[in-house]
Each structure stands twice: as C-alpha cells, then as structure tokens.
C-alpha cells in the first residue's frame, strides 16, 4: 500500500475487511473511489454555454451535459485530472504554481482536432472541464 502514502487520504474511501491468515484475522483496506465533485468552474461555464452538469451515471465518465433536460452528452473521463482539479491542487500546494495552466494548455493542444465542434463531447469536455 506504498502508492497510498503520498496520496490524499481525505479523497478516498477505505472499507475494511478481514481475511484468514495464518489462522488469525488480519485487517486489510480496499480504497473505493468516490463520484466526481463537479467544480464550481464548471458549473459556471455550463451557465454560460445555457447548458445544466450533472455527475454521470456512464461507467468510467464525470459528467452528464443536459440541454432543455435532454441529456446530450457524458464527458470527462473519471480517473484523469482536469483544470478545476490542477486548480485546487495548486492551492493545496500540491503542485507548483502555473502547473494548472501547463496542462490546460497541453489537453487543448492534444485535443485540437476534436474541441472546436459546437455540442460535441470533445467541445463540452473542452469548454466545462479545461
């Protein structure tokens, strides 16, 4: 459980069970992880593109786009940072200063190919997350 040490318990869930070794009980922990938090960045874009962010129920994705109450899109993939999280770890002084913004602009540029069609994932994962 090294890989846990450098980590921020406070962002995981730890159930704890007990298995038969040896012929005693010995407790071992199984890290859940938990729903995205949308940000209040992202909430504020969505606002501006007139469209409502809701955490996904897609496996593997953070957030369900809606328009009209129509569901439209499932964006952002759960497991990989994004630009509010780079912006709390920085507060958090986790990562350097400017770090948030180093990897805003390298997903823009990754994803240059796919961000500029208006309402489609790529658009949304660009404009609500980064």
């Known amino acids: 459980m090294s890989w846990l040490l450098g980590s921020k318990l406070k962002e995981l869930i730890f159930t704890h069970f007990a298995y038969k070794e040896g012929g005693f009980l010995a407790p071992f922990f199984v890290p859940l992880i938990m729903a995205y938090k949308i940000s209040s960045y992202t909430k504020k874009q ?70 500029h069609e208006k309402n489609s994932k790529g658009y949304f994962a660009d404009k609500l997350l980064w």
């Not at 606002?47 to 439209?72: F, H, M, R, T």
């Not at 912006?87 to 805003?104: F, N, S």
Request: proline letters at 4%; aromatic letters at 8%.
């Open 46 to 115: 969505a606002d501006k593109l007139g469209v409502q962010v809701k955490p996904s129920n897609v496996k593997g994705k953070k957030i369900a786009v809606y328009k009209k109450g129509e569901k439209i899109a499932d964006v952002g993939a759960l497991g990989y940072n994004d630009y509010p999280t780079y912006l709390k770890k920085e507060k958090e002084g986790l990562v350097p200063k400017g770090y948030a913004d180093k990897r805003r602009k390298a997903y823009k540029d990754r994803h240059e190919k796919d961000r």
